[in-house]
């Protein structure tokens, strides 16, 4: 079953996502249990259907076959007398390692229970199972719950597991406090405990969250990439953000190839939170797909939306790129997006820019895509403004003195909902001359990845409903544009939804 929205509310409420997802109503945080299965991407995410603020956590969930149209389906996990449903991930069961599916193959959902200790009472974080036989229609809980319990640790939780081809075992990566934890298993039903990682690594401004684990590919071999994000701190203004490492894991320990002190931010925006990947994409795919939670719980129980609280980023496609620094990680929207493309305007020659004129002047849009090229002959400050209207406008900037590219929401629209809100980030964008910059927005939100994905920053915007103008400007120095394509974006829920 699938559920209707109805024709008279095609998603259009104010600040609604039309090309992200969202819930149909009320609070959503983490994606969960992302996994591809029989030609469907499951999306499950941390929902509590009864009201916009976070509550008594539900995995929600959504099917789409290309990661962009989504079809809501109905709850799958619901609390229990365990606790809430914490996040957790999904796999495959292909060879009927756990003796589920009575030799056949089927899902298995490995998740937080948060609830309290049974004779303390204290709160109390378990790892738990679900399996479904019907391509994740339907869930029923292991009758041996919890798998995994701790009981000297309070955060201990969002399990994510990953089958090993070396090691021919299930591996499971879970936050633990100040690090993380590596178990090993045969069954899925019972744990051993390899290693720990990260307590004097990377930062530690929040608790540790949500990890994710995986190889790629890089200069003819592979590297693993651990992803940890870390929750919001009083004292930051940044609140709740992801990093990430880079090293090798052997089945049983993770090593970090970079200065322990080094800290490697996934993403230089507010909102890109709690992000894993895909398990099970085809091989013939080969891709490492992506998807964040965009807000920040700095603010995510505040934002100004009514029926609704939160939206995903952009499905993204994961890899690795040798650079000076070291290896990093490269985002790249995922190439399906492009089907929603309505082409507005193509440039393909040198266009000197000029203070003080506009050559998107008689262009409006609220949502859109815009590929553009630049050169800096000196040093120069220009960009984009976009949802700009008399009052309002939210600026991608390039300094290139200081070769920072920023995004101001201070004039963005609404921002009265929480003081850390109006703000500039910025990220280093060190690459001579040249700046490429790969723009998406939203009603409510601009994600810019420039030079090829090398640098990302994913930020929410609550502009108002006539803020739908956009500027090229040079505010000073000498920027030739080379090439700029725009589109405008179709509505992903243009019928209705399904
Ligand atoms: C991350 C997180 C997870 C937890 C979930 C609860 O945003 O705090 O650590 O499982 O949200 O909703």
């Known amino acids: 079953m699938s559920l209707k929205i109805s ?62 149209h989504w079809e809501h389906l109905p709850i799958a996990l619901f609390p229990d007398e365990n606790g809430f449903i914490f996040s957790g991930s999904i796999v495959i069961d292909t060879s009927d390692s756990t003796g589920f599916f009575d030799g056949g193959e089927g899902l298995v959902a490995i998740f937080t229970h948060a609830g309290e200790h049974p004779n303390t009472k204290k709160p ?8 479904s036989k019907d391509k994740g229609r339907t869930w029923t809980k292991y009758e041996g719950n919890p798998v995994l319990k701790d009981s000297s640790i309070i955060d201990f939780r969002d399990p994510k ?75 930051y203004n940044e609140g709740s953000r992801t990093q990430y490492f880079v090293g090798d894991f052997d089945g049983k320990t993770f090593t970090n190839e970079n200065d322990p002190k080094a800290v490697l931010w996934l993403d230089f925006g507010r909102d890109n939170y709690a992000g894993v990947t895909w398990s099970d994409v085809p091989k013939e795919d080969g891709r490492r797909l992506f998807i964040g939670w965009m807000s920040n719980w700095k603010y995510a129980n505040q934002v100004p939306t009514e029926t609704w609280r939160s939206a995903m980023t952009l499905p993204r496609s994961l890899s690795l790129s040798s650079t000076k620094e070291g290896i990093r990680l490269v985002q790249t929207p995922v190439h399906e997006i492009s089907a929603l493309r309505k082409p507005v305007t193509s440039i393909q020659r040198t266009i000197t820019l000029v203070p003080g004129e506009n050559i998107l002047k008689d262009i409006k849009s609220k949502t859109f895509e815009l590929k553009a090229r630049f050169m800096m002959k000196e040093a120069s400050v220009f960009g984009l403004k976009v949802h700009q209207s008399k009052d309002e406008e939210t600026i991608i900037g390039f300094d290139s003195l200081r070769s920072v590219l920023y995004v101001d929401r201070r004039r963005s629209g609404d921002h009265s909902f ?36 090398k640098h990302v920053l994913t930020s929410l915007i609550f502009p108002g409903e006539e803020s739908d103008g956009l500027e090229l400007f040079l505010d000073h120095g000498d920027v030739n544009l080379h090439s700029l394509d725009l589109f405008n974006y179709h509505s992903i829920w243009a019928k209705g939804g399904s």
């Open 7 to 68: 024709p008279t509310n095609f998603f259009n409420e104010k600040f609604r996502p039309q090309f992200h997802f969202t819930p149909i109503k009320n609070w959503m945080n983490d994606p969960n249990g992302m996994v591809y299965f029989q030609g469907e991407y499951h999306l499950f995410y941390q929902h509590h259907p009864e009201s916009t603020v976070w509550g008594p956590m539900h995995w929600g969930h959504a099917v789409s076959s290309d990661m962009v």
């Open 124 to 131: 109390r974080q378990v790892q738990s199972l679900a399996y």
């Open 161 to 235: 597991v990953i089958w090993h081809e070396e090691e021919r075992k299930w591996i499971m990566v879970l936050a633990a406090g100040n690090h993380v934890r590596f178990y090993s298993s045969i069954d899925m039903k019972s744990w051993s405990f390899e290693s720990s990682f990260g307590e004097t690594e990377g930062s530690h401004l929040g608790v540790w969250e949500c990890p994710d684990l995986f190889p790629l590919p890089v200069d003819g071999g592979h590297r693993w990439v651990l992803i940890v994000s870390i929750g919001d701190n009083s004292a």
């Open 418 to 453: 929480h003081n850390a809100f109006s703000c500039i980030q910025e990220m280093d964008v060190l690459e001579g001359e040249h700046l490429s910059l790969h723009i998406f927005v939203d009603t409510s939100s601009v994600e810019v990845f420039a030079n090829d994905g």
